[in-house]
């Protein structure tokens, strides 16, 4: 069973940055395809950041220009780079990936608070 842990959330004031990681239990290369969603209070889950192989990463417009998907294949994490952070950007964030037999694994999630 693929465990997937995030971390690097927290509290950040408004302007501010973070990065989250995802570690991932097993080899990302077994992945076809790995992503960020995030939930806020009352809200749907959304998609924020994904990146798929031999494919460009796409993200949310709300967060083009501010966040960073990338991989780090040595240490098997999928990371997200999150700059000018804003209020609305406060949720739950989990990490998400996918394989090759569309099965889905996801992380339990890092809570996000921008303060205003």
């Known amino acids: 069973q693929v465990q997937l842990v995030e971390s690097g959330g927290g509290l950040v004031q408004a302007g501010g940055s973070l990065r989250l990681s995802c570690a991932a239990s097993?080899?990302?290369?077994?992945?076809?395809?790995m992503g960020w969603y995030r939930q806020a209070l009352g809200k749907q889950r959304e998609l924020v950041a994904a990146i798929s192989t031999g494919g460009s990463p796409n993200y949310a417009d709300s967060v083009k220009g501010r966040f960073t998907i990338s991989r780090d294949y040595a240490k098997n994490t999928i990371n997200l780079q999150m700059n000018s952070l804003k209020p609305e950007d406060t949720a739950v964030y989990y990490c998400?990936?996918?394989?090759?037999?569309?099965?889905?694994?996801w992380g339990q999630g890092t809570q996000v608070t921008v303060s205003s």
């Open positions: 998400t990936t996918s394989n090759w037999y569309d099965q889905n694994y």
């Open positions: 097993t080899s990302i290369s077994n992945f076809n395809r």
